[in-house]
Each structure stands twice: as C-alpha cells, then as structure tokens.
C-alpha cells in the first residue's frame, strides 16, 4: 500500500465496487487508512456506495465520522452519497442532515433526499424540496412521476408529466412505466393513449418494459382488444408480458379467456411463475370457476410447491366462499401449513355475506376482530350480511359499537375522465369545482324520479281498479 498514491488506491477500490466486490472495497479503504494515505471526496463516495449496498450503515456512520473529520464530509460528492445512505439504511432526519451539512447541493442531492420522502410518503415535504431545486433533470423528474405513481397521488403523477414536457425535459423509457401506472389507477384511457403515442414520438420503437406497461395499462382501463394487440406487436416478451394479459383478463372476469391463454403461454415455451399462478385463480374466481381453479391450486401444490404463496391460499379460500361452498373453505383454511391472518378471515366474511351465512359470519368478524381489533372494514362488511339478512337490530348494535369505539368507514371514492380531465368524487363531496352545479342536477334528478314513482303508482291504482 506505501507505494500506492491516493488516486491508484481509489481506482483499485472503485474496480472492487464496479465488479460488486464491496467488501473488498472497504477493506482496501481501512487499509489505505492504515498507510497514511489521505483519501480524497471519490474515495469517500465510492466506500459510502459499498456500505449502502451492503446495508451496513455501521459502518456508513464510521465513515461519515472519518470524513467529517478529514473536513470532506461537506464536499457535495460525499454529502449526497451520505445522503443516499441514510435514506436507504436509516432516518430521514439524519438524511436531512447530511443534506444540510452538503456545501451546493446538487441535482442528485436533492433528487436522493426527494426520493426519501417519496419512500416515505411524506408527500408535501418531496414537493417542498422539487420546487427549492436550483435545477432539474429528468432523473428528478422522473422521482417525482415514479414516487406519486408508488404512493397513490395518481392524477399528481400525471400532471407532473405534463408539467415535465412543457419544461422542455424528455422522458425515458424509465418515465413511461411510472406515469401509465397512474393513468391505469385512474382508468384514464384517454391520457394514457396520448401518453403511449408520446412514447412512439420520443423513444422509437418500445422495449420490452415499457410494453409491458402498456399491456397492463389497457387491461385495466377494460380494453383487452387494445392489451392484446401490444402483446401480439410486442417484439421481445417475457414473464411479465404473459402475466399482464392473464391478470388483465381476469381483472376484467374474462376467466375463460384467461384459462386459454394460459394453454396458449404453455405451448410458447414460457413457464409460468407465481404471479402466473395466482392471476389464473383470481381469474377463475371473478368467472366462478371453481373447479378448475382448485385443479390448477393442487396441480401446483404437486409439481411447484414452491410457487404457492400466502396470496394463492387466500384467493383459494375466496373461490371456495364467493361459491357458497362453506365447508370446503372452512377445510381449506384448517389444512393450511400456517395460521391464516386476516385477509382469509375476511375472504371468508365477503363469503359469508354474499350468501348470508350468519353463523359463519360471525365466527370470520370475531377472528378479525381478535387479530386486529380496530379492522373497520370487518365491521361494515358484517354490518351488510346482517342488512341483506333482515337482521336490523344487530346492524344497529354494530353500528353503535363502532360509534362508540370512535371507528369511522373510509368514503368510497369513483371518477371518470371527461375530455381530457379526470374528475374524481367522495361519498359527501363538497370540494369539487362544480360543486353547485352537480348538486343542482341531483335535486332535478330527484324530483324527476319522485315523479316517475308518482305516475307509476297512479298507473298501477287505475288499472287495479279497472281489474277489479
């Protein structure tokens, strides 16, 4: 090592980290350190990346120690790999601080610390962040397209989008994943067409990731003509391309089509995953094909077992229940290799409330409630097996269990796009901007109906009388 300078150590450990070899890359640091070699702010960048990648932020901590005291940790090159460190291994608090304690920050900088908090969901503090950057790239713009898409602000996504392309910024291939994902969450159809000849524009021919996106992008929005049609112009598939068409048709209880594209998937050489597998069940249970689900689950449990996932079981039991077959599911849920948690207990109950099997019913919400007491979403769902039952005063006893244990039922929500736009609405909604207007409509409809219900009655009086 005493022959070595500063940059030759750096370039040795940059090549350990290059061929994935970090270990090696820290201990070559420890013992440059040794030497009395003086790293310099890439040694620091690259050791802090190794230490990230091997998440020990021990170590990560040590090596901030080391920087600050050599007087480097405030270089921007090493304050925005400290800063990735702490986002990925620790706190966003001492994250903030690496980035506080960063002389001119740059674009990475703030884009990692963006990243954080989309991570996060701290959804207001990574727009704070965008809109003080002295500069962006598509790299930050696409954090912010990507992490609204991840964390459910899907028209925020979107508009961030637009907003990208009226800056002048071209997105990637890595941009087009993430925004068609929020129009697909949206069921904007509309945009996300603008949005897939915005991708023939800027990218040329599509590669295999993007789509994909396309794929699952129309089998949500419910045009399987359109999903099938960029699978079949797709070059190069994979998994991902198969699963996307097997889980749209069954998102769209298209379950026989899904059956026969699995055979067709099969006859193309493809194997088929775990995804694979549970988007044949759930296809099977939307069209209510019970038995050919349960033959596909137990071909599975024979010949993949490691394919078969907490989920697989969990759908399973939802087909057994959805069908009425009560026994069966109970059975099911009893041979498990594990204790079902509460989504089986709630499959169960949406079951139980289909065909109003009170008694079991009941037995699924208490072991709900025994594994989560606070669940709301049990208590409604029990609350409309009672309705559809007849039983009001036991709907009327939940609901006052609920009140007084200060639970309150999340508002549906629904929207749709018109001419470009997506108007999204909420059970008591008052914040839309037509909010004046759709009320005024609503009263009209009302009345309207009233006095349909009115001449219907009349009618009906005046022929009863006639018969008579």
Same mark, same amino acid.
């Given at each position: 090592?005493?022959?070595?300078?500063?940059?030759?150590?750096?370039?040795?450990? +940059?090549?350990?980290?290059?061929?994935?070899?970090?270990?090696?890359?820290?201990?070559?640091?420890?013992? =440059?350190?040794?030497?009395?070699?003086?790293?310099?702010?890439?040694?620091?960048?690259?050791?802090?990346?190794?230490?990230?990648?091997?998440?020990?932020?021990? #170590?990560?901590?040590?090596? *901030?120690?080391?920087?600050?005291?050599?007087?480097?940790?405030?270089?921007?090159? #090493?304050?925005?790999?400290?800063? !990735?460190? &702490?986002?990925?291994?620790?706190?966003?608090?001492?994250?903030?601080?690496?980035?506080?304690?960063?002389?001119?920050?740059?674009?990475?900088?703030?884009?990692?610390?963006?990243?954080?908090?989309?991570?996060?969901?701290?959804?207001?503090?990574?727009?704070? #962040? $965008?809109?003080?950057?002295?500069?962006?790239?598509?790299?930050?713009?696409?954090? =912010?397209?990507?992490?609204?898409?991840?964390?459910?602000?899907?028209?925020?996504?979107?508009?961030?989008?637009? !907003?990208?392309?009226?800056?002048?910024?071209?997105?990637?291939?890595?941009?087009?994943?993430?925004?068609?994902?929020? +129009?697909?969450?949206?069921?904007?159809?509309?945009?996300?067409?603008?949005?897939?000849?915005?991708?023939?524009?800027?990218?040329?021919?599509?590669?295999?990731?993007?789509?994909?996106?396309?794929?699952? $992008? &129309?089998?949500?929005?419910?045009?399987?003509? !359109?999903?099938?049609?960029?699978? !079949? @112009?797709?070059?190069?598939?994979?998994?991902?391309?198969?699963?996307?068409?097997?889980?749209? &048709?069954?998102?769209?209880?298209?379950?026989?089509?899904?059956?026969?594209? $699995?055979?067709?998937?099969?006859?193309?050489?493809?194997?088929?995953?775990?995804?694979?597998?549970?988007?044949?069940?759930?296809? %099977?249970?939307?069209?209510?094909?019970?038995?050919?689900?349960?033959?596909?689950?137990?071909?599975?449990?024979?010949? +993949?077992?490691?394919?078969?996932?907490?989920? *697989?079981?969990? %759908? =399973?039991?939802?087909?057994?229940?959805?069908?009425?077959?009560?026994?069966?599911?109970?059975s099911f849920l009893h041979s498990m290799p594990f204790d079902p948690g509460i989504g089986f207990w709630k499959a169960l109950l949406g079951g139980c409330q289909i065909h109003s099997n009170m008694e079991l019913g009941e037995l699924a919400a208490r @072991?709900?409630?025994?594994?989560?007491?606070?669940?709301?979403?049990?208590?409604?769902?029990?609350?409309?097996?009672? +309705?559809?039952?007849?039983?009001?005063?036991? #709907?009327?006893?939940?609901?006052?269990?609920?009140?007084?244990?200060?639970?309150?039922?999340?508002?549906?929500?629904?929207?749709?796009?018109?001419?470009?736009?997506?108007?999204?609405?909420?059970?008591?909604?008052?914040? *839309?901007? @037509?909010?004046?207007?759709?009320?005024?409509?609503?009263?009209?409809?009302?009345?309207?109906?009233?006095?349909?219900?009115?001449?219907?009655?009349?009618?009906?009086?005046?022929?009863?009388?006639?018969? @008579?």
């Open positions: 090592m005493s022959d070595l300078t500063v940059e030759s150590a750096t370039a040795i450990i +940059s090549g350990f980290a290059k061929r994935h070899c970090h270990e090696d890359a820290i201990y070559l640091f420890s013992r =440059m350190l040794a030497s009395k070699i003086r790293p310099n702010e890439f040694t620091f960048g690259t050791v802090l990346h190794s230490s990230t990648v091997l998440g020990n932020v021990i #170590v990560g901590r040590q090596l *901030h120690a080391c920087a600050t005291k050599i007087g480097l940790a405030c270089h921007v090159f #090493v304050g925005s790999a400290l800063v !990735d460190l &702490y986002v990925k291994l620790s706190t966003l608090e001492e994250a903030q601080k690496a980035f506080g304690d960063t002389q001119h920050p740059n674009v990475v900088s703030y884009t990692t610390l963006i990243c954080g908090y989309l991570k996060r969901r701290r959804f207001e503090d990574a727009l704070r #962040v $965008f809109h003080e950057m002295p500069e962006r790239n598509v790299v930050s713009w696409n954090a =912010m397209v990507g992490g609204c898409s991840q964390t459910g602000h899907n028209e925020e996504a979107v508009k961030f989008f637009i !907003d990208m392309l009226r800056e002048g910024f071209i997105p990637n291939e890595s941009t087009f994943p993430c925004v068609l994902c929020a +129009s697909a969450n949206i069921a904007a159809i509309g945009i996300g067409r603008s949005f897939h000849a915005c991708a023939i524009k800027f990218l040329g021919k599509l590669n295999t990731f993007v789509g994909n996106s396309l794929i699952s $992008f &129309y089998a949500k929005c419910g045009s399987m003509e !359109d999903s099938l049609l960029m699978f !079949d @112009k797709l070059l190069k598939r994979n998994i991902v391309s198969w699963n996307a068409v097997i889980c749209g &048709y069954a998102q769209n209880g298209r379950g026989v089509e899904a059956v026969s594209f $699995f055979k067709r998937m099969g006859s193309a050489g493809c194997k088929p995953n775990d995804i694979t597998l549970l988007g044949l069940l759930w296809a %099977c249970n939307h069209a209510g094909l019970v038995d050919e689900g349960y033959s596909y689950f137990n071909k599975a449990r024979f010949e +993949s077992p490691n394919l078969l996932k907490p989920e *697989h079981y969990a %759908c =399973m039991v939802d087909l057994l229940a959805r069908s009425g077959r009560f026994t069966e599911a109970e @072991k709900i409630l025994a594994l989560d007491p606070d669940d709301v979403s049990s208590y409604v769902m029990l609350s409309n097996a009672h +309705s559809a039952a007849g039983r009001w005063s036991d #709907v009327s006893t939940l609901r006052t269990e609920m009140k007084e244990k200060g639970m309150k039922r999340i508002p549906g929500c629904s929207w749709i796009e018109v001419r470009g736009k997506v108007h999204s609405f909420r059970t008591a909604d008052q914040n *839309h901007d @037509k909010n004046d207007e759709i009320y005024v409509l609503l009263r009209i409809f009302f009345e309207q109906l009233r006095e349909n219900e009115a001449s219907i009655c009349s009618t009906f009086i005046a022929i009863s009388a006639q018969h @008579k």
